[in-house]
């Protein structure tokens, strides 16, 4: 628990809560070519990311060392974590307005923001 208590932890959890949300709607953008209002089910989706690398111990690993098997660990985080994101949206909505490519892209782009942003940290 004290690890969590660090600036750094919770500004890391910060960044990665916002890094959900900004993946799910570039992935909209991507398939749907306009942009939605941010919704209710986004912002708990996007709460569940850095619950899960909570769970994970994603926190634990220094950016400065970030290296390749570092990455595997947060792709696997990742797919984790969009399998828990689309869930939770579907309790709410039944992926209504959702087309079936979202759920890949977004997978994609989170994987490419969170892990861009360690690397963009390490340099």
């Known amino acids: ?28 953008y991507i398939r ?3 942009i939605e209002d941010i919704k209710l089910e986004s912002l708990c989706a996007s709460l569940l990311l850095p619950i899960i690398f909570i769970f994970l111990d994603i926190y634990k690993r220094p950016w400065k060392y970030f290296s390749i098997s570092d990455l595997w660990i947060l792709v696997k985080a990742c797919l984790i974590a969009n399998i828990f994101i689309f869930l939770t949206i579907f309790i709410f909505n039944r992926l209504e307005n959702i087309p079936r490519l979202v759920i890949l892209l977004n997978l994609f782009t989170l994987v490419f923001l969170t892990g861009s942003v360690r690397i963009i940290y390490r340099s």
Not at 1 to 21: E, P, Q
Request: avoid cysteine; hydrophobic fraction near 70%.
């Open 32 to 34: 749907l070519n306009f």
């Open 1 to 28: 628990m004290r690890n969590f208590l660090n600036i750094k932890v919770i500004l890391a959890i910060f960044i990665d809560f916002l890094l959900a949300g900004l993946a799910l709607n570039i992935s909209k």
